[in-house]
């Protein structure tokens, strides 16, 4: 079966997670077509959907100019998977506790922006991921942190910080996964046999 | 629950990091500020980032003499003012100005050819520190020279100050004609090609096999409104810089708007016919054509 896999690319790192995507699908044996989503009408044909990361501010003023902010939250009410990293996960939260972000809610943590410091402070460590084996090679480049996790599920912390979740149909991780040749997060998140279906009902 | 990772293991100021943050800037729009309240607007109006400067290269250019970088306090007021990430203009081949502006803390550094050159030989040695750089370029020479010095980033050099996009088209289509010409190539001519426009070899056969820059390439010098954003995405390029451009414009907050919405939608002529309508007039600025070649400064730092 084909699937149609959607990348929010109003602003970002996009082809990196199309290309994550595509690698992720063919380890799976998925036929998947990446479509790039920058106007509203594409995401109610998206089975997988991709929250990139880039800049908040003006990834959130965008998807609500453009129409596609209210296409996420119904894309994940239907229980599709979707995948979003570090500007992602602000812009999907339920409170980035900034009112320059106007968040989606359809993660049920709070966040804090530039958590970890500015470009100076941006790092890589390997990091342990729940579900993953062995170490991911994470990048945390001006990262935010989670502060408060209400329903989702931490899937790995850094520094006592909770970095990555699992909300229902929902991944968010504070680093980016699309960074690297390792689709490990990309997998789980749109191809592990706990993400398909209708998540929200486990 | 996930196990803790152990402090001791993380790692800065990496190739990966430092290009991975100019990946992130990929889509936007970085705009030129001289002062928190222009930083405020260009934020708003959902720039990526600002270039916090002295003063923007159109009024560089009108006042003459020696141009530097900015006063740091003047620098650390923007970054105090705004959560988008800051940057901050360092003269080429001044190490000293590049370590003034990382240790304020600006999120990237761009060597830049605006500001009155200090070395006329050398660049900054780009691979010494954690920020990343960004750097022009006219050709493909200069942009591998620029990335073999450590540059995470690429932009068109265009002629600044001007609102005349003329000479970011020029080289932007140069560097995608060379690197077109090097994709026909076999290994040898690459190696020669590589001889003839002074770019490391390894670099050159990187390119070839990419299809396109190793880094992120953006463009920048004399994008003035909507349509001239879209005509640099429409040539490839993974984002745009302003300078002059939007508080040069009538209207800096329309303009603002406008030149990102118009960076997203700029395949789509219908919503770049919107977007451009109503944002009041532009820079007036200066054709390229009109200007005596003394007077350029895309010739800075090759």
């Known amino acids: ?202 | 629950m996930a196990e803790s990772t152990d402090l001791e293991e993380l790692r800065r100021g990496t190739d990966l990091i430092k290009r991975g943050f100019a990946r992130m800037q990929k889509g936007g729009v970085i705009m030129d500020v001289v002062d928190p309240e222009q930083a405020r607007i260009a934020e708003d109006a959902g720039a990526v980032a600002v270039m916090a400067l002295e003063a923007v290269p159109a009024d560089i250019r009108k006042r003459g003499g020696v141009a530097r970088m900015a006063d740091p306090a003047d620098v650390e007021e923007i970054i105090e003012e705004v959560s988008i990430p800051v940057m901050g203009k360092a003269r080429i081949g001044h190490t000293k100005e590049a370590q003034i502006l990382e240790a304020v803390g600006v999120d990237m550094i761009d060597e830049s050819e605006v500001l009155t050159p200090a070395d006329d030989a050398y660049h900054i040695d780009k691979r010494d520190f954690t920020a990343p750089f960004v750097c022009g370029a006219r050709n493909l020479g200069e942009a591998l020279r620029r990335i073999g010095e450590g540059a995470a980033m690429i932009r068109t050099k265009g002629e600044a100050g001007t609102g005349d996009v003329n000479q970011a088209v020029h080289h932007q289509r140069t560097i995608k004609g060379e690197i077109r010409k090097l994709e026909g190539m076999t290994h040898e001519e690459r190696e020669a090609y590589a001889r003839e426009i002074e770019a490391p070899a390894e670099l050159v056969h990187e390119t070839a096999e990419m299809g396109r820059l190793p880094v992120v390439n953006f463009a920048a010098g004399g994008i003035a409104t909507p349509a001239d954003a879209a005509l640099m995405m429409h040539h490839e390029c993974d984002g745009i810089f302003v300078g002059s451009g939007i508080f040069g414009a009538e209207d800096p907050v329309a303009m603002g708007e406008a030149i990102v919405n118009a960076t997203n939608n700029w395949d789509d002529p219908e919503a770049l016919a919107e977007i451009s309508k109503n944002v009041g007039k532009g820079m007036k600025g200066d054709a390229n054509v009109d200007l005596p070649e003394e007077e350029k400064l895309q010739g800075r730092g090759v």
Do not use: W, Y
């Open chain 1, 1 to 202: 079966m084909s699937l149609v896999a959607g990348v929010v690319a109003v602003q970002g790192d996009v082809s990196e997670h199309a290309d994550a995507i595509r690698r992720a699908g063919e380890a799976h044996g998925e036929d998947v077509t990446v479509r790039e989503v920058r106007e509203g009408g594409i995401v109610p044909d998206c089975d997988l959907l991709a929250l990139p990361g880039g800049e908040s501010t003006t990834i959130s003023r965008l998807i609500h100019d453009e129409g596609i902010a209210d296409e996420i939250v119904a894309h994940v009410d239907a229980g599709k998977p979707l995948l979003a990293t570090c500007a992602g996960l602000i812009v999907a939260s339920s409170d980035p506790r900034d009112e320059r972000v106007d968040e989606l809610g359809v993660i049920d943590v709070t966040v804090e922006r530039n958590a970890f410091g500015r470009q100076r402070d941006s790092f890589e460590a390997p990091l342990s991921v729940d579900g993953l084996e062995g170490p991911f090679p994470a990048v945390f480049i001006r990262a935010p942190a989670i502060d408060e996790v209400g329903e989702a599920e931490v899937l790995a912390e850094f520094d006592g910080r909770p970095v990555a979740v699992r909300d229902g149909p929902v991944v968010a991780t504070a680093f980016h996964p699309e960074l690297l040749p390792d689709d490990r997060i990309h997998r789980l998140a749109f191809f592990a046999e706990s993400a398909g279906g209708d998540a929200r009902s486990r």
